[in-house]
T-cell receptor, first 117, second 113 residues
Framework: NAGVTQTPKFQVLKTGQSMTLQCAQDMNHEYMSWYRQDPGMGLRLIHYSVGAGITDQGEVPNGYNVSRSTTEDFPLRLLSAAPSQTSVYFC????????????????FGPGTRLTVL | DQQVKQNSPSLSVQEGRISILNCDYTNSMFDYFLWYKKYPAEGPTFLISISSIKDKNEDGRFTVFLNKSAKHLSLHIVPSQPGDSAVYFCAASEETSGSRLTFGEGTQLTVNP
């Protein structure tokens, strides 16, 4: 049981380049999401999905696309990278339900550190 | 509009003493609150949570207190250990949004030996 995996760990892009950040989970979680972490701003939600074929925007979706063709995978695409997208990106997953139990939580991957020059 | 705020970017305490991390929220619809811990170069990991029907939840050295009228929660760590040094994020969700979480800015805790 690998949990949530992300690739690559590090990436450097030039402005205007495109790339895909990969995220996979093996816990059969319906809910998957992408966050970016920037200094002093915490974790901000980019996009999320409540199941295969269903995606929706979070707080900061501009410049990013997602798709969810399988339960396991949730890739994040940067179509034309900008320096403002320099950040650490985290993928997370959980079961879809109202979080009301003492044990409900989201599980996070190790992150991808992206630098856009 | 920051719905979850952690006003202290950093906190430094001595080993063995109590660490108190604070979090305020503005959305009265939030009904579930979590604390995550994050070490450098790793993803956040779940620490402890509390439902709005409770005012306290305890797990070993960690206790979370919720004051709904003040829209405030706090995480107490007693006794603090050097291994507790990390960034702590407060997060909140509301039943109608399912698993979607809103995070605070984080507080860097440093526990000095």
């Amino acid at each position: 049981n690998a949990g949530v995996t992300q690739t690559p760990k590090f990436q450097v892009l030039k402005t205007g380049q495109s790339m895909t950040l990969q995220c996979a989970q093996d816990m059969n979680h319906e809910y998957m999401s992408w966050y970016r972490q920037d200094p002093g701003m915490g974790l901000r939600l980019i996009h999320y999905s409540v199941g295969a074929g269903i995606t929706d925007q979070g707080e900061v979706p501009n410049g990013y696309n997602v798709s969810r063709s399988t339960t396991e995978d949730f890739p994040l695409r940067l179509l034309s990278a900008a320096p403002s997208q320099t950040s650490v990106y985290f993928c997370a997953s959980s079961f879809v339900l109202p979080l009301t139990s003492d044990t409900d939580t989201q599980y996070f991957g190790p992150g991808t550190r992206l630098t856009v020059l | 509009d920051q719905q979850v705020k952690q006003n202290s970017p950093s906190l430094s305490v001595q080993e063995g003493r109590i660490s108190i991390l604070n979090c305020d929220y503005t959305n009265s619809m939030f009904d579930y609150f979590l604390w995550y811990k994050k070490y450098p170069a790793e993803g956040p990991t779940f620490l402890i949570s509390i439902s709005s029907i409770k005012d306290k939840n305890e797990d070993g050295r960690f206790t979370v207190f919720l004051n709904k009228s003040a829209k405030h929660l706090s995480l107490h760590i007693v006794p603090s250990q050097p291994g507790d040094s990390a960034v702590y994020f407060c997060a909140a969700s509301e039943e109608t949004s399912g698993s979607r979480l809103t995070f605070g800015e984080g507080t860097q805790l440093t526990v000095n030996p």
